[in-house]
T-cell receptor
Framework: DQQVKQNSPSLSVQEGRISILNCDYT??????FLWYKKYPAEGPTFLIS?????DKNEDGRFTVFLNKSAKHLSLHIVPSQPGDSAVYFC??????????????FGKGTLLTVNP | KAGVTQTPRYLIKTRGQQVTLSCSPI?????VSWYQQTPGQGLQFLFE???????NKGNFPGRFSGRQFSNSRSEMNVSTLELGDSALYLC???????????FGSGTRLTVV
């Protein structure tokens, strides 16, 4: 049972345009969401996160939107740059009452930004 | 601050052998998690350790095991390797109570 789903395996956009990556989740206990970026042969690097008490978080060119009622979040990259080409993973965690915050990941979306 | 260090970076093993992977977390980070990444499967959670205790375990067979030492360094072991164990194994560490993890570069394991 996949609790975090990224339904688009790949996305291609032109440099300077907006990239929108989507993520859906099924577990209503998830209260913290993260996006990681991953280049080949490297580990994932943290990009941006959002708590369930917010519906938007912005960091430079990256904005994450959370729609709790739809159990949906999205990552917007504006403007997109060729260096943004990578696999983007959506991840979620639930507050189990302790300090135990296991991350559940989606399968990733390969973003290609064309010059 | 040094990042999460995983050794070795690359490993080739024969089916049936066993392998041990090592992870040194960021200094001060006491939680260490392990993930397996295979093509098309994303990152699958293996287990998480905190203060030398396994707190959480994913849905992997008993051939996959791990441990954490008093200095927070962690190892994972895979016994009786199968071809399907070929993957990128990622270690991640975090501070107590942190909601996100910092990942290492991974160990690429190839089973032939």
């Amino acid at each position: 049972d996949q609790q975090v789903k990224q339904n688009s395996p790949s996305l291609s956009v032109q440099e300077g345009r907006i990239s929108i990556l989507n993520c859906d989740y099924t577990n209503s206990m998830f209260d913290y969401f993260l996006w990681y970026k991953k280049y080949p042969a490297e580990g994932p690097t943290f990009l941006i996160s959002i708590s369930s008490i917010k519906d938007k978080n912005e960091d430079g060119r990256f904005t994450v939107f959370l729609n709790k009622s739809a159990k949906h979040l999205s990552l917007h990259i504006v403007p997109s740059q060729p260096g943004d080409s990578a696999v983007y993973f959506c991840a979620a965690s639930a507050n189990s009452g302790g300090s135990n915050y296991k991350l559940t990941f989606g399968k990733g979306t390969l973003l290609t930004v064309n010059p | 601050k040094a990042g999460v260090t995983q050794t070795p970076r690359y490993l080739i093993k024969t089916r049936g052998q066993q392998v041990t992977l090592s992870c040194s977390p960021i200094s001060g980070h006491r939680s260490v998690s392990w993930y397996q990444q295979t093509p098309g499967q994303g990152l699958q959670f293996l287990f998480e350790y905190f203060s030398e205790t396994q707190r959480n375990k994913g849905n992997f067979p008993g051939r996959f095991s791990g441990r954490q030492f008093s200095n927070s360094r962690s190892e994972m072991n895979v016994s009786t390797l199968e071809l399907g164990d070929s993957a990128l194994y990622l270690c991640a560490s975090s501070e107590v109570g942190a909601r996100g993890y910092t990942f290492g570069s991974g160990t690429r394991l190839t089973v032939v």
